[in-house]
């Protein structure tokens, strides 16, 4: 199982784009990318999925380069409710994917 | 109309107890899974099951166990409760061979 690495934390401010890498340098051929987001006292939410390069949904962009051994989830001009854990996923399929310590992102005013 | 469903929310017993926690999903998926959440936020995998096979973590006690009585359904038993079993267990469902996970929304559970 591909093990990821991510910040443990992270401040930001309302408006700013906020940029969280997580690092999966043994990530396999067939392995996907996933971001999930939880809120405190709810079950993580899927936000996006890749294999390659870029892909962009209506909450957040993800960015991987060609060697796939990095991602970037991209989140737009965050906002107070953006206030989350988000984890980082690398498996071929869900039921061998192993959650990471995960970032807590906070968004002050 | 809520995709995964656990029951109780909440649930408070002493040590030595048997509980189980019930998950169901309306997606129409066909693999279910049950994590632990602890004190220090880590989300941890117990269990996989589809109606081809059982993945246990083999971290688990066998204390733990799953029954499904039907593609929607995948409870959580537990028996002799101990204190360190105390955490947040959330359900989840996703499609074979999809990466994309649905969750429940947790049920605590406090060993007294």
């Known amino acids: 199982l591909a093990k990821t690495t991510q910040p443990i934390s ?17 990530i ?20 996006i999925q890749g294999y390659k390069t870029k892909v962009t949904n209506e909450v957040a962009s993800l960015f991987i380069p060609a060697d796939r051994k990095s991602s970037t989830l991209s989140l737009p001009r965050v906002s107070l409710s953006d206030t989350a854990v988000y984890y980082c996923l690398v498996a071929t399929n869900a039921g061998k994917s192993t959650f990471g310590d995960g970032t807590t992102l906070t968004v002050k005013p | 109309d809520t995709a995964v469903s656990q029951t109780p929310k909440y649930l408070v017993t002493q040590m030595g107890n048997d509980k189980s926690i019930k998950c ?17 936020k880590f989300l941890k995998i117990m269990f996989s099951y589809n109606n081809k096979e059982l993945i246990i973590n083999e ?30 267990y959330f359900c989840a469902s996703s499609l074979e061979g999809k990466n994309i996970q649905y969750f429940g929304a947790g049920t605590r559970l406090s060993v007294l």
């Not at chain 1, 992270?10 to 043994?26: A, L, R």
């Open chain 2, 24 to 40: 169901e999903q309306n997606l129409g998926h066909d693999t279910m899974y049950w994590y632990k959440q602890d004190s220090k």
């Open chain 1, 28 to 47: 396999a051929t067939n392995d996907y990318i996933t971001w999930y987001q939880q809120f405190p006292s709810q079950g993580p939410r899927f936000i």
């Open chain 2, 59 to 88: 971290t688990v006690p066998n204390r733990f166990s799953p029954k499904s009585p039907d593609k929607a359904h995948l409870n959580l038993h537990i028996n002799s409760l101990e204190l360190g079993d105390s955490a947040v």
């Open chain 1, 10 to 26: 992270m401040d930001s401010y309302e408006g700013q784009e906020v940029n969280i890498t997580c690092s999966h340098n043994n």
